[in-house]
């Protein structure tokens, strides 16, 4: 059973940028599909990206296409989102998500993934 740790979020300001990562417990890493999803106060948890196994496909939802980037290092077991030009509405507990899977299928929802790490928070100040 993989672990997943986030860690990166904090307080910035608009504009600004954070990489968050997450580390994972499992040797066979590249066997799992990873996503990032957030949670802002009082919402559901919302899809943020997602990355296949082999990296060769991401898939980002619109609210920030063109801004975040996820990626992955396989031989480090971590995965990574790259947020920039952070607008306050990024605001939200961040969370990494694994699914176990030889499908390079892109899921977008939360019960399409069976780990998930504790969430780190992440504050855009305007």
């Known amino acids: 059973q993989v672990q997943l740790v986030e860690s990166g979020g904090r307080l910035v300001q608009a504009g600004g940028s954070l990489r968050l990562s997450c580390s994972a417990s499992e040797r066979t890493f590249s066997n799992y599909a990873m996503a990032w999803f957030r949670q802002a106060p009082g919402k559901e948890r919302d899809f943020v990206a997602a990355i296949t196994q082999s990296a060769g496909r991401t898939y980002y939802a619109d609210s920030v296409k063109g801004r975040f980037t996820i990626s992955r290092d396989n031989a480090k077991n971590t995965v990574y989102l790259q947020m920039n030009s952070l607008e306050p509405e990024d605001t939200a507990v961040y969370y990494c998500?694994?699914?176990?899977?030889?499908?390079?299928?892109?899921?977008?929802?939360?019960?399409?993934?069976?780990?998930w790490g504790q969430g780190t928070q992440v504050t855009v100040s305007s």
């Open positions: 998500a694994a699914r176990d899977s030889r499908s390079e299928v892109i899921i977008t929802v939360t019960p399409g993934y069976g780990y």
